[in-house]
């Protein structure tokens, strides 16, 4: 009798596992193409940004069919829900050269009012645009963003008009840009690849550890284009 609840029992609890492994491999699969999904519709959020700011792709609201753009805008959510990761590296490298800015002018005060020689001050400012220099290498996003808008806005006095969206003189900060899109997509779908990874390597020890214990074991799944900074 006893034999017999025992048997019962592990057969209960191998199916249970079984169903969990079940579940587990369900939801990893779904959670990938969730993942790739999500990269894709982020990625043509930001294209579809950059041809409409950039005017290779405009909106003709004075087409007599106008007011379809009011019934079928789902698009426009989509461009403020899902685009928009480069505005945000621009704003942590803005912050992140502000701080340095901020911290250099400190020091730099610091050092006059504690009466340092001015070999000192000179060696600190060296080491401060040591310093910024670094720091604007790693923020080459932001540098681009930010000539890109002067020069728009330079041109845009000058003439009193956008510049033309195949003027060559862009293609150097939209390049950076784009690169820094494609750079931020890559980087998540090898996150994600990698948490595959390493789900179907789990399940794959569980399922020979199951195999040597005659039951199956659940596994579960979980860098400017511009040098500068203001000396102080």
């Known amino acids: 009798m006893l034999r017999e609840d025992n048997a019962r029992l592990r057969q209960t609890m191998?199916?249970?596992?079984?169903?969990?492994?079940?579940?587990?491999?369900?939801t990893g699969e779904e959670a990938q193409l969730s993942r790739?999904?999500?990269l894709l519709v982020r990625k043509a959020a930001d294209d579809l940004s950059l041809l409409?700011?950039?005017g290779v792709l405009t909106v003709n609201r004075f087409h007599p069919r106008a007011g379809l753009?009011?019934?079928?805008?789902?698009?426009?959510?989509?461009?403020?829900?899902?685009?928009?990761?480069?505005?945000?590296?621009?704003?942590e490298q803005r912050r992140l050269i502000e701080k340095t800015r901020t911290t250099h002018r400190s020091e730099y005060r610091r050092a006059v009012r504690e009466g340092r020689s001015g070999t000192y001050l000179d060696a600190l400012k060296k080491q401060q645009a040591k310093e910024a220099r670094e720091v604007n290498g790693q923020c080459k996003q932001?540098?681009?963003?930010?000539?890109?808008?002067?020069?728009?806005d330079n041109y845009r006095q000058i003439h009193h008009s956008g510049i033309g969206t195949d003027a060559p003189?862009?293609?150097?900060?939209?390049?950076?840009?784009?690169?820094?899109?494609?750079?931020?997509?890559?980087?998540?779908?090898?996150?994600?690849?990698?948490?595959?990874c390493r789900q179907d390597s789990g399940r794959g020890r569980s399922q020979d550890r199951a195999?040597?214990?005659g039951t199956q074991t659940a596994q579960r799944a979980e860098a400017a284009k511009k040098q500068r900074l203001q000396e102080p």
């Not at 932001?142 to 728009?152: G, I």
């Open 142 to 152: 932001y540098w681009a963003w930010y000539e890109l808008n002067d020069l728009r």
């Open 69 to 91: 753009l009011h019934k079928h805008s789902d698009w426009l959510r989509l461009m403020q829900e899902y685009s928009g990761r480069e505005q945000d590296l621009i704003e």
């Open 52 to 54: 409409l700011e950039t």
């Open 169 to 196: 003189e862009l293609n150097q900060y939209l390049h950076i840009l784009s690169a820094a899109s494609q750079e931020n997509s890559d980087s998540e779908e090898e996150a994600g690849n990698g948490t595959r």
């Open 14 to 26: 191998d199916q249970q596992e079984r169903a969990l492994q079940s579940y587990q491999d369900k």
């Open 36 to 38: 790739k999904l999500n």
């Open 211 to 213: 195999a040597g214990a």
